[in-house]
């Protein structure tokens, strides 16, 4: 992303633009990992256009394999906490950080409520993609995809269809 400048003002000048067709609704997403983009980024631009924001994890194939050397196609990766490497280097090759990290960063950094973290990683996305009805919501007729959360936006279960299909171990309990 190219950054703001007073004569050229680029995304954030779209976010803010009082140009926009009546009813066009404009979408963008931010990685919210805490190494993409800078809290500060996070802040403008949810105050700028919250309705839509969708949260995006640039998580690669390695999310979820732990620390170590892995191959992902033809590229061998070297996976260090919650970002990977090309092997050999210290080139990134994405992030592995999964969704809920993404939201309780993206909660932290922007200040904002808990619905509206969820809502850019739910709602918006589903929005964007005109799944609205069946995605992204609780509402009778929805597809029943969610994840059950702790107080402190832990994901404690996943239901596919209302299905259980990965639950926590503390949950388990």
């Not at 939201?103 to 922007?110: D, G, K």
């Not at 808990?114 to 990683?121: G, K």
């Amino acid at each position: 992303m190219l950054p703001f400048h007073h004569r050229d003002p680029g995304i954030v000048g779209l976010l803010t633009s009082d140009r926009l067709p009546p009813g066009r609704q404009i979408f963008y997403g931010m990685i919210s990992d805490g190494m993409h983009t800078n809290p500060a980024a996070l802040r403008i631009a949810h105050r700028a256009h919250p309705q839509g924001l969708v949260l995006v994890t640039d998580a690669i194939p390695a999310l979820g394999l732990g620390n170590g050397r892995h191959t992902l196609g033809q590229q061998e990766v070297e996976v260090d906490g919650l970002t990977a490497y090309v092997a050999g280097t210290k080139t990134l090759s994405g992030s592995i950080t999964p969704m809920d990290v993404c939201v309780r960063h993206f909660l932290q950094a922007t200040g904002c409520s808990v619905e509206s973290a969820l809502e850019a990683a739910s709602l918006h996305p589903a929005q964007l993609l005109g799944l609205e009805k069946r995605k992204g919501t609780l509402d009778f007729g929805a597809d029943a995809d969610f994840v059950m959360l702790d107080d402190s936006l832990h994901i404690q279960a996943t239901y596919i269809s209302g299905e259980l299909v990965w639950q926590a171990e503390e949950a388990r309990q």
